[in-house]
């Protein structure tokens, strides 16, 4: 799910030039309210996107739905790290950084993240932190100095992530588990 015509736009130019235009799409929506019907995809990701969810649960249960039994949800997210101190002024300080300059609702920590794809139903599998920040925009150099000093300190005090990967499965159900896992 895209939010604006020209990512879709380039999306589907980018399925097409690539020859998968019969097993990928781009589409436009509300990925909190995905106009899609259930069980309908082998595989789905989030790069650095599903963070901008009001609520975490609600957005990994959209995917949940459409997944078909037994398929995968590749999530790479921007988290806050088992190191972050609610109480400590340093890290709450970058924590704001990060939000403000971003446009980030309350960061959610790794734990959450894990747990709201349970909570949706996943299988979480596979957990990575790859500790990559991302480079800052001339264009918006106000509101990303901000949001870069507060992902250079939290970084500085291991108490954030930009590149935090879950892999989670929708499980089988008995019926299909009995038949081989074949769909």
């Known amino acids: 799910m895209l939010n604006n015509d ?9 399925i097409f030039s690539a020859g998968l235009s019969e097993q990928c799409c781009s589409l436009k929506g509300d990925f909190m309210n995905m106009p899609i019907a259930d069980n309908t995809f082998d595989a ?3 790069i650095q996107a599903t963070c901008y969810a009001p609520e975490a649960q609600g957005v990994y249960s959209e995917v949940y739905r459409v997944l ?7 999530l790479d997210e921007w988290c806050l790290t088992d190191r972050f101190d609610p109480n400590n002024a340093k890290h709450l300080t970058a924590k704001a950084e990060i939000e403000l300059g971003d446009g980030l609702p309350d960061i959610r ?3 959450q993240c894990v747990q709201a794809m349970k909570d949706a139903g996943f ?5 990575e932190f790859l500790c990559i920040a991302p480079a800052g925009s001339v264009g918006a150099y106000n509101v990303l100095t901000s949001a870069s000093d507060g992902l250079l300190k939290g970084g500085r005090e291991g108490i954030f992530t930009a590149s935090f990967f879950v892999l ?3 499980p089988l159900k008995e019926t299909e588990i009995v038949n081989g896992g074949n769909l």
């Open 68 to 74: 078909k039994p037994g398929q995968y949800f590749a």
């Open 44 to 46: 789905a990701y989030a």
């Open 109 to 111: 920590t790794t734990r």
């Open 6 to 14: 020209y990512h879709v736009s380039r999306g589907k130019e980018h």
């Open 123 to 127: 299988e979480v599998n596979t957990l």
């Open 168 to 170: 989670g499965r929708k």
